[in-house]
């Protein structure tokens, strides 16, 4: 048998907000939930808003600065007036002068250009004939909708962050959260497993690219500035997982990051369960960080025709001034999808490390399937790749559940583009005939936080496993109807909340789907927590599943603890630096094992052949 890959812990940030204690999940479907089960919610956000939750308008105040809606720019940019330059010829028909710092010359001494001392710090130019010149300006930007991080949070402020880009930052707030949502201390998880069982997969799609990245290292000559000695490294897509294994778990476990696209957390993922079921690693850490809300890469999608546009918007309702908090309408009329940034994490275990631990399951991950498009006429457009992931997960389900399949509800990708509500829609469609399911609850959630690219499928998915706590499937509420040109004759499209019972008890699984640019698809099968403790139960025997409850109700009260003074502190980042290292002295080798100072338990190293028997 294989192992299977359960969900121990979930943390992130996004538009709805953190998503451990299932917060991100209840902002959304805040409307279903009594004012009651909402207390515990709108106390996080206040505290993440810096909002005091006792004044009169609190919810107010927290429901405008969440979700989808304008740029902000405390945070960003002013979509009103982005900064800009333009490349002009200055010709002067009389010598002008001027005084400049001798610090600020340019290096090379342009053409017509006289320039004498004014003192040992400062010249004097005159300027005769023509030069080059770059004019400051600005632009009002197309698009001026997103999904950020809830006003006025900034993730740089919980440790030393100087100069780390804001994805970067992001993602220390989210494995930081995923790791203490556990209820189970690091150090106690360590001690049961070697220091290599631990798995680390975590990155971006599209690199860090604010200033502090790629930005700042593309664009520190043209704007005067200098390159500096982090910008290089910090870019790089996988520097979340550096991050995660170098300064909050010390690991020396497997790690890398694979990028594909809208699809990369469920590659990744994949990467994560193929290591706990062949037994490679024990724990894996699986997450992605986005930061693209700047106005480089809002443009560079625009440009492609993948953004909706404010003028488009206002097209469809209808109006002068676009409707911000509903750009995203997924299986609408649309006109594009709407660019956001999150840091999603979820940490796995074997089950039976579960078992022996008492971790809580929030779930379990059956298999992610991945298959490309095969020859295509557009890099970007839709191909056959999404059919076969979303069939194989499909007959996954039915292998494991039966008769029960349709008991499931599709997390679609749900973009919100023309050409995504008749693809994908088609895609669920023809897999809800074939596997014989009516009404196959359909809910797309970036309606709510909008596209994050390489964490988007886990957005869906610390979505999905909040069904299991409130029992709602969060409804597509930007949209008023289905557009003519979906296919839904066995879909159930939500456009309000569908109820799926107490604690989601009518809902054995989701299927999350992710299409990526380039022809990257990926499909995965969750489990519920219900039908994955029924699993583990059968696969390890009641005598053992009965212990584990026991003792899982100590960490249950660690969760909550945990959650509650999140709720009022906010989350503690993990970050050591320059703590714990190890060089060579550290490390003692044999032929059979390898010793860390660091770690009580020590590596084995086989000495068998694994081709023969």
């Known amino acids: 048998m294989k192992k299977l890959p359960v969900i121990v812990g979930i943390g992130g940030i996004n538009a709805a907000g953190r998503s451990s204690s299932h917060h991100g999940h209840k902002r959304m479907v805040h409307d279903a939930l009594s004012s009651e089960e909402m207390v515990s919610?709108?106390?996080?956000?206040?505290?993440?808003?810096?909002?005091?939750?006792?004044?009169?308008?609190?919810?107010?105040?927290?429901?405008?600065?969440?979700?989808?809606?304008?740029?902000?720019?405390?945070?960003?940019?002013?979509?009103?007036?982005?900064?800009?330059?333009?490349?002009?010829?200055?010709?002067?028909?009389?010598?002008?002068?001027?005084?400049?710092?001798?610090?600020?010359?340019?290096?090379?001494?342009?053409?017509?250009?006289?320039?004498?001392?004014?003192d040992s710090k400062t010249v004097q130019v005159t300027v005769s004939g023509s030069f080059d010149a770059i004019l400051p300006d600005h632009y009002k930007a197309r698009v001026s909708s997103a999904g950020q991080l809830p006003s006025g949070f900034n993730p740089g402020n919980l440790y030393n962050s100087a100069h780390h880009p804001r994805g970067l930052q992001?993602?220390?707030?989210?494995?930081?959260?995923?790791?203490?949502?556990?209820?189970?201390?690091?150090?106690?998880?360590?001690?049961?497993?070697?220091?290599?069982?631990v798995s680390v997969y975590a990155g971006s799609a599209i690199s860090q690219l604010d200033q502090f990245g790629i930005k700042g290292l593309y664009q520190a000559g043209y704007n005067g500035k200098r390159t500096t000695s982090k910008m290089m490294p910090l870019a790089l897509p996988e520097m979340t997982a550096d991050f995660i294994n170098s300064y909050m778990i010390n690991s020396v476990g497997n790690t890398g990051s694979n990028a594909g696209a809208c699809a990369t957390f469920l590659y990744n993922l994949r990467q994560g369960i193929i290591d706990i079921q062949a037994g490679q690693c024990r724990v894996a850490i699986v997450g992605n960080a986005e930061a693209p809300v700047v106005p480089e890469i809002m443009e560079g999608f625009r440009v492609m025709g993948a953004l909706a546009e404010d003028e488009q918007l206002c097209q469809l309702d209808?109006?002068?001034?676009?409707?911000?908090?509903?750009?995203?309408?997924?299986?609408?009329?649309?006109?594009?999808?709407?660019?956001?940034?999150?840091?999603?994490?979820?940490?796995?275990?074997?089950?039976?490390?579960?078992?022996?631990?008492?971790?809580?399951?929030?779930?379990?991950v059956a298999d992610v399937f991945v298959n490309a498009d095969a020859n295509k006429k557009s890099i970007s457009g839709p191909g056959v790749g999404n059919y076969i992931t979303m069939a194989k997960s499909a007959a996954l389900a039915k292998g494991i559940l039966g008769h029960d399949v349709g008991k499931t509800f599709?997390?679609?990708?749900?973009?919100?583009?023309?050409?995504?509500?008749?693809?994908?829609?088609?895609?669920?469609?023809?897999?809800?005939?074939?596997?014989?399911?009516?009404?196959?609850?359909?809910?797309?959630?970036?309606?709510?936080?909008?596209?994050?690219?390489?964490?988007?499928?886990?957005?869906?998915?610390?979505?999905?496993?909040?069904?299991?706590?409130?029992?709602y499937i969060p409804g597509i509420k930007t949209i008023d109807h289905i557009a003519d040109d979906v296919h839904d004759s066995h879909l159930n499209i939500l456009m309000d909340h569908g109820y799926a019972g107490e604690e989601g008890q009518d809902m054995l699984g989701t299927v999350i789907n992710s299409k990526g640019f380039g022809g990257n698809n990926a499909s995965a099968l969750i489990l519920s927590p219900a039908k994955t403790k029924e699993l583990m139960q059968q696969r390890h025997g009641t005598t053992l599943f009965k212990q584990y409850l026991n003792s899982n109700e100590q960490v249950i009260e660690?969760?909550?603890?945990?959650?509650?003074?999140?709720?009022?502190?906010?989350?503690?980042?993990?970050?050591?630096?320059?703590?714990?290292?190890?060089?060579?002295?550290?490390?003692?080798?044999?032929?059979?094992?390898?010793?860390?100072?660091?770690?009580?338990?020590?590596?084995?190293?086989s000495n068998n052949n694994p081709y023969l028997k």
Not at 170 to 197: C, E, F, H, N, T
Not at 431 to 456: C, M
């Open 41 to 118: 919610t709108w106390q996080d956000l206040a505290t993440l808003m810096g909002i005091d939750i006792e004044h009169a308008h609190a919810v107010a105040e927290i429901k405008e600065g969440t979700l989808v809606r304008k740029i902000e720019a405390d945070a960003h940019y002013n979509p009103d007036a982005v900064k800009s330059g333009k490349k002009a010829t200055l010709n002067v028909s009389n010598p002008i002068s001027f005084q400049i710092k001798k610090s600020q010359l340019p290096d090379t001494r342009p053409e017509g250009w006289e320039i004498t001392d004014v």
């Open 170 to 197: 992001m993602a220390v707030y989210g494995a930081s959260d995923a790791i203490q949502s556990i209820g189970i201390r690091w150090q106690d998880i360590l001690a049961k497993v070697s220091p290599d069982a």
């Open 318 to 364: 209808d109006t002068e001034l676009p409707d911000n908090r509903r750009a995203c309408r997924p299986f609408s009329s649309n006109a594009g999808f709407t660019m956001a940034e999150s840091a999603q994490f979820l940490v796995l275990m074997d089950d039976e490390l579960a078992l022996e631990l008492g971790a809580t399951v929030f779930g379990s």
């Open 410 to 471: 599709v997390m679609a990708h749900g973009t919100g583009t023309p050409q995504n509500r008749v693809t994908e829609s088609h895609i669920i469609n023809e897999v809800a005939k074939t596997f014989a399911i009516e009404n196959w609850a359909v809910s797309a959630i970036k309606s709510y936080v909008g596209h994050s690219l390489g964490p988007a499928a886990a957005d869906q998915i610390t979505a999905a496993l909040g069904v299991w706590h409130t029992g």
């Open 558 to 605: 660690a969760q909550v603890a945990y959650d509650q003074t999140s709720r009022q502190e906010g989350v503690s980042a993990i970050y050591s630096f320059g703590e714990s290292v190890m060089s060579e002295k550290d490390i003692t080798m044999s032929a059979t094992e390898i010793s860390l100072s660091e770690f009580a338990n020590k590596i084995s190293l």
